[in-house]
Structure formats: structure tokens, C-alpha cells
């Protein structure tokens, strides 16, 4: 699977962007999707996952009721929309692809449990 990432850019606080991953290759529908970001200096850290129906999705605390993952399995492609971004949200955001069962599995905010990665979008959200 080839996972490609897009629609970073930089935007100010309080604005609102949309990330997209287009998958290609290997069936996406059948794999979980999450997504990653990495600020400079730090680790990669997880932002959110969903199932590979759609029915199930998870958030790390900080983007809850701003951040929201979705997929479209008919055009193979996920996407988190971002909303009310702030500085601290700036970093490499990845796109990745797992097992169907990763978001069942409880891994779902492992790096490890993910298989494909894109290759990352950067967002910069400026104070």
C-alpha cells in the first residue's frame, strides 16, 4: 500500500484545515487508518485512528471535539479535519495504514501497530 499525504500549509490559530490521504495499491477498505505528527525534536506521537468501516474512532485527548478522522473507502482515501488549530499543533503530519484489526486490538496508538506510512504533510499554525 502507498499512502499519500496532502493538504498541510500554514494557517493561523483558531483556523481550520483538512488533511487527506490517498492509499493505492492494496485493497485500504480492509485496514485501519490513523494518523501521526511529529513536532521538531520530539517523537511521534498519535493523533487518531479509525476502524476499517468507518464505526470506530479514537483521539488522543488533546484534539478531542477539535480534530475529526473520516475515510471514504470508495475513493481510498482518509482525512482529519482540523479545526480550531493552535501553535502547539505544528508538526509533520503522517498518515498510516494497518491491520483491520489495530483500532479493535487497543494498539491503535502504537506507531508499531501501523504497517504503511505516507510520507507526511506539514502544518504550521502560526499564534
Known amino acids: 500500500v502507498q499512502l499519500q499525504a496532502s493538504g498541510g500549509g500554514l494557517v493561523q490559530a483558531g483556523d481550520s484545515l483538512t488533511l487527506s490521504c490517498a492509499a493505492s495499491?492494496?485493497?485500504?477498505?480492509?485496514?485501519?487508518a490513523g494518523w501521526f505528527r511529529q513536532a521538531p525534536g520530539t517523537e511521534r506521537e498519535f493523533v487518531a485512528a479509525v476502524s476499517w468501516r468507518g464505526g470506530r474512532k479514537y483521539y488522543t485527548d488533546s484534539v478531542k471535539g477539535r480534530f475529526t478522522i473520516s475515510r471514504d473507502n470508495a475513493k481510498n482515501t482518509a482525512y482529519l479535519q482540523m479545526n480550531t488549530l493552535k501553535p502547539e499543533g505544528t508538526a509533520v503530519y503522517y498518515c498510516a495504514a494497518g491491520p483491520g484489526d489495530v483500532v479493535y486490538g487497543g494498539t491503535w496508538h502504537l506507531p508499531r501497530s501501523y504497517d504503511y506510512w505516507g510520507q507526511g504533510t506539514l502544518v504550521t499554525v502560526s499564534s
Open positions: 495499491g492494496r485493497t485500504f477498505s480492509s485496514l485501519s
